[in-house]
């Protein structure tokens, strides 16, 4: 039983310490970028773009009201993933997500909208995005290619 203990203990650390760390990170490369740092390239500029919808601009049409739609949104899947025992299989990759999810929606709430910076044109022009949102992508697929290789073992030991 005390192993048990250990194991959400450790589990509930390492969620909080990934999306703290993510969170820190997140709000120091934007509060660079509000300071009014820029970089350009052929095929990347780096520069500060405030974006009031969600991807591509999407749901901007919401106003303010998407940064309570989110805040339900973040808290409806945290309740989720902490009710139905994912925090303690998938920490690391779930306190990304979190804390790369409440890095963008804190911009909302300070900025009016989303600090993004990150601006690839190279031969096409593709959304401007920050850190939160690769580390959003990232744990995503991470999550992804866990189920699928649980999946995997799953029906191996059933075959």
């Given at each position: ?37 820029e970089w350009q390239s052929a095929c990347i ?35 989720f993933f902490w009710t139905d025992g994912w ?42 995005f920050n850190y939160a949102d690769v580390m ?24």
């Open positions: 039983m005390e192993s048990t203990a250990r194991l959400g203990v450790r589990a509930a650390s390492v969620f909080l310490l990934a999306a703290l760390g993510t969170y820190i990170v997140d709000q120091g490369i934007k509060e660079l970028f509000l300071a009014g740092y500029s780096l520069e500060l773009h405030l974006n009031r919808g969600v991807a591509f601009s999407l749901f901007a049409f919401l106003g303010p009201w998407l940064k309570w739609l989110q805040s339900l949104l973040i808290a409806g899947m945290l309740w925090i303690r299989r998938q920490p690391f990759a779930l306190g990304i997500l979190l804390g790369a999810a409440l890095g963008n929606l804190s911009d909302r709430f300070v900025h009016g909208a989303v600090v993004d910076y990150v601006y690839w044109h190279c031969g096409f022009d593709f959304a401007v959003i992508d990232l744990s995503v697929a991470w999550l992804l290619f866990s189920a699928w290789r649980e999946h995997r073992r799953k029906h191996r030991e059933e075959g």
